[in-house]
């Protein structure tokens, strides 16, 4: 899966910036996004494996620049308040145990952008990336029988910053003065996001995203 997507990034990149010829202009297109994220976690101790039992849904929404090289590839830089974690449920002894972890990140996304077969409004895209999240802020709820034992920040034991991959595909409507754009988007947690982990100890994020946006 990671080679695929790494072999996946470098094309796109590589073909993003092939020389255009030369009566090609550059434009820019400014504009904003929003959506919701449905964030899911890998939890890894001593070597087993503990993933979300159910994804944490969140609002997401921020700016993008599209700085079109042609009519075909186009760079484009991104900032996004997103929100990674993962909800987790567990039955014991007659009790549900639930606990959710809320991880919010300012994310700078660097897309590669194609535009296939263009039509008069309708245009797909694929876009993929890498992407760097900044740390804003960690919180762990506890539930026991739909009763909250504890609310707390856990920011001290997260990593400032957080490597991942971005890709996914979408569709762009051209109108007159702007441009809509609704997308899928797939951001896949590279690190390990635990500052000072003890050996066989590992948290990494996957977020699926669905987003609208304008362009103007």
């Known amino acids: 899966m990671k080679n695929a997507v790494v072999v996946f990034l470098c094309v796109v990149c590589v073909a993003a910036f092939v020389p255009r010829q030369a009566e090609a202009e550059v434009t820019f297109d400014l504009g904003l996004k ?7 976690t890998t939890e890894v101790w001593d070597g087993v494996k503990y993933p979300t039992t159910s994804a944490l849904t969140a609002p997401v929404f921020g700016v993008f620049v599209s700085i079109n090289l042609n009519k075909m590839f186009a760079f484009q830089p991104e900032a996004y308040l997103l929100t990674q974690g993962g909800i987790w449920e567990d039955d014991f002894e007659g009790s549900i145990y639930k606990w959710e972890h809320a991880v919010k990140y300012i994310q700078v996304p660097l897309l590669a952008k194609i535009r296939l077969a263009q039509g008069k409004t309708l245009t797909p895209v694929l876009f993929a990336g ?27 034991y997260v990593k400032p910053l957080h490597v991942g991959a971005v890709f996914g595909g979408g569709v762009d409507f051209k109108l007159d003065k702007v ?16 500052k000072d982990p003890d050996p066989g100890q590992s948290y990494k994020y996957r977020t699926l995203m669905v987003l609208a946006g304008v362009g103007f």
Do not use: Q
Not at 34 to 40: Q, V
């Open 34 to 40: 929003g959506g919701i994220s449905f964030a899911n």
């Open 130 to 156: 890498p992407a760097v999240d900044i740390l804003v802020s960690a919180n762990e709820r506890f539930w026991i029988d739909g009763v909250l034992e504890y609310d707390e920040s856990f920011k001290d």
């Open 179 to 194: 441009m809509l754009c609704l997308e899928v988007r797939y951001n896949l947690g590279l690190v390990n996001t635990i």
